[in-house]
Structures are given as structure tokens and as C-alpha cells.
């Protein structure tokens, strides 16, 4: 039996039918409306964050930043509410299963609005260091850790989404055959046919349902890899704590991390001023030579910043991209420019233990580099106070003093 609805054109039904999809459709298309609804999304998502929060202080505050104009955008560029969620963060029973701000981040890290993702990558640095050092500390006894390893499958599993299956190359430039910028003085009578050289960044992603020992690396390195996408909009706190939890990763506080540090000039016949001193002396010492290029260590009084881990390939790539943004990247702060700084060489110095050549050469390269640009930039400094102090200044009209007698 077929049923056959015929409905005339000047129907009410029809009409308003036509007006509900009409009316859907300008709402979908209407920026003003989707504008509107990103507000109010960020809105609902602080104000859950500051239900979360025991803190009558920090729940005022969260409210005047779910008042702005932009209250995602707000969130993400304020340092108190990111020192009061690193502290939650960083407390001894954060990341278990049922821990409620995990799970704010992880629903949070599901929203379309790319202004309430930045706020969750934000927190990647710090959630992948509390969880590394947890890992390579913890015994059979330890808190479960899920919390922290569904925000960071969360990262994983958008980031499988967008390459679709395919690993992520680069194409190598061919240097037998001539360049785009130049021409060659001679054209060669037979032209080689050029090779195409392709450079594998990273493999094809595998789909992933929890975290084993055997993808850790891999899933942390590709979360960083997606913070490293956004880092440009990243607040320069969270930099610092991917620069601070990266040399507690290394775990080298040994000379060989000033190795470039030392002043080439001061030599004794032709080689090198060896010294031999004892353990606490040594360390003083490379501290007072990585000095002498402005980079302070002042992470002493900053509180848990990792400890020692494994650092395979897959996990260390991603980190040392973070770190030459920190260290070149012309916005960045003299802090953060530091802070990558002292990674850097510490991290140098455990690829030189650990015999790795690829860390060796990416982390001597950077650490090079930071030193040519401190050495430039205090010699443009130092031309710069030479040209004032030479500049000749206008010669001070004799002051007249009238006296009355």
C-alpha cells in the first residue's frame, strides 16, 4: 500500500515548513549568528571550569572572562587562570580516571570553536610533562593515570583524522641540478634527469584506543607536534614550561652542556685551559660560563619540572621544534628565549651520552645558532652605546643669574 501526501503550495504547512528550513539556513550562513554561538559555547565551557574550581577568588575571575567579547581568547591569554589550573594540574592525585578537570579538557578539546582547542593545547606541555616523569617514576601501586592519557588520545586521534592515513614528508631539493634562484655559468650538454628525494617526517598514524608502553612516545610526540602547529598563538607561560620540563627530561647537568659557552680567546699556548674540579665546583662553573652569553637558570624556586625520562626520536623531534621557535622566533620573550636556552644544552648533552647522532646534530646546530644571535645582538648593543656616547650633543646655553642688590 503506497500513501501519496499532496500538500498545496499556499498551505500553512507548507509555508511554515519552508520557513523553518529558510530560517535554518540563514542561521547556519549568517556569521553573526555563528559568531554569537561560538560566545556562547566558550561562555557554558568556562562556567563549568569555574563549578570545577574550589576557589571563590579564581571562580570571580573566570566569570569576568566568560563577560568579555572573545571569552575563549581571554581564557587562553590569562596567566592567572592558567597558574590556577597548572596548580590543580600539578597536584599529587591530578590525572586518574574520574578527575574533573581532565575531563573538562577532553569534552572541552571536542568543541568546534578552534579558540576553546587553543585553550587545551595550551596545557599540552604540562600535562605531557606531569605525565611523562609520572611514568618513568611510578611504581605497580601508582594512581591510575587516565585522565591525562584521554586528553592526550584526544590530540592523537584528531590529528590521526586530519592526515587521513598518510605519513607526513618532505620533498628534498635535488643539488645536482641547478636551482630556481640562479643560473649555471655553463649549461651542461646532457642534463641529468632529476631524483626525487622524499625525507619521511613521520609514519601513517595508527587508530589507538589507550596508551601502551609501546606508543607513549609516539602519542605524546604527536600532541606536541599539534601544539607546535599552534604555537604561534601560545601563551609564552606555556612555552616556558615545555622549555623547563625539556631539561629536566635530559637530566645532564654535566660540563659538556657549556661546551660552546667557553671563550675561545682564553688559551694557553695554543690550547685550551682544562680545569678539574670537583662536582659542586663544575656545576658552578658551567653556570657562571653559560652566563657570560646572558642565559640565567632560574629554575630552582619553580617548582616540579619533570625528571629524567627516555627520549626516543619520535618524542624528541617535536620537542626541539618547540624549542628553536622559543629560542629564534623574534617575539618571543628574553624568559622564554633563556628558558629554551638551557634546554637546549642540556638536552646537547644527553645526545652526547647517549651517542645519538640525529639529536646530536639538531641539538648543536640550535645551540650554535642561540649563540650567534646573543653574540650579534650584544655587539649590536655595544655599537649602538658606541655611536650615543660619540654623538656629539648641543652645547648648554651659559645659565644667567640675576642677582638684586
Request: charged share 20%.
Amino acid at each position: 500500500m503506497e500513501f501519496q501526501v499532496k500538500q498545496s503550495s499556499g498551505s500553512p504547512s507548507s509555508s511554515s515548513s519552508a520557513d523553518r528550513n529558510g530560517n535554518s539556513n540563514s542561521n547556519s550562513q549568517d556569521p553573526m549568528h555563528s559568531w554569537w554561538e561560538s560566545i556562547s559555547k566558550a561562555r557554558a565551557r568556562i562556567h563549568v571550569l569555574s563549578s570545577i574550581l574550589p576557589s571563590p577568588s579564581l571562580s570571580q575571575s573566570l566569570s569576568s572572562l566568560a563577560d568579555s567579547d572573545r571569552p575563549a581568547r581571554s581564557l587562553l591569554q590569562s596567566p592567572d587562570a592558567y597558574d590556577a589550573l597548572s596548580f590543580f594540574l600539578s597536584s599529587p592525585d591530578s590525572g586518574s580516571g574520574p578527575d574533573p578537570l581532565c575531563q573538562w579538557l577532553y569534552e572541552t578539546f571536542q568543541s568546534s570553536d578552534p579558540d576553546l582547542r587553543l585553550v587545551v593545547l595550551s596545557f599540552v606541555p604540562l600535562i605531557s610533562g606531569i605525565y611523562l616523569s609520572r611514568v618513568a617514576t611510578a611504581d605497580s601501586h601508582a594512581t591510575s593515570l587516565a585522565g591525562f592519557e584521554a586528553v592526550l588520545l584526544a590530540i592523537y586521534a584528531s590529528e590521526l583524522k586530519a592526515r587521513a592515513g598518510k605519513p607526513f614528508s618532505i620533498s628534498i631539493p635535488d643539488l645536482s641540478q641547478p636551482s630556481l634562484y640562479h643560473t649555471p655559468r655553463s649549461k651542461p650538454s646532457s642534463v641529468a634527469p632529476a631524483r626525487q628525494s622524499v625525507g619521511l617526517v613521520s609514519p601513517p598514524l595508527e587508530p589507538q584506543t589507550e596508551v601502551k608502553s609501546t606508543k607513549r612516545a609516539c602519542i605524546v610526540g604527536v600532541a606536541l607536534d599539534c601544539y607546535y602547529k599552534q604555537i604561534s598563538q601560545m601563551p609564552s607561560w606555556s612555552k616556558l614550561d615545555l622549555c623547563e620540563f625539556a631539561a629536566a627530561w635530559a637530566g645532564q647537568n654535566c660540563p659538556c652542556k657549556a661546551e660552546f659557552d667557553v671563550d675561545e680567546h682564553s688559551e694557553i699556548d695554543g690550547f685550551s685551559e682544562v680545569r678539574v674540579l670537583d662536582e659542586g665546583e663544575e656545576i658552578e662553573g658551567c653556570v657562571k660560563e653559560m652566563g657570560k652569553l646572558g642565559i640565567a637558570e632560574n629554575f630552582s624556586n619553580s617548582g616540579f619540572k619533570g625528571v629524567r625520562i627516555p627520549l626516543p626520536w619520535e618524542l624528541l623531534q617535536p620537542t626541539l621544534r618547540i624549542i628553536g621557535h622559543c629560542l629564534l622566533a623574534p617575539l618571543n620573550s628574553q624568559d622564554v628565549k633563556d628558558a629554551a636556552s638551557v634546554a637546549v644544552r642540556c638536552l646537547y648533552a644527553r645526545a652526547s651520552h647517549d651517542l645519538v647522532p640525529q639529536a646530536i646534530l639538531a641539538t648543536r646546530s640550535l645551540v650554535q645558532l642561540d649563540k650567534r644571535t646573543r653574540e650579534a645582538a650584544q655587539a649590536a648593543a655595544a655599537a649602538n652605546a658606541a655611536s650615543n656616547s660619540n654623538t656629539p650633543s648641543k652645547a648648554k646655553k651659559p645659565e644667567i643669574l640675576l642677582v638684586s642688590k
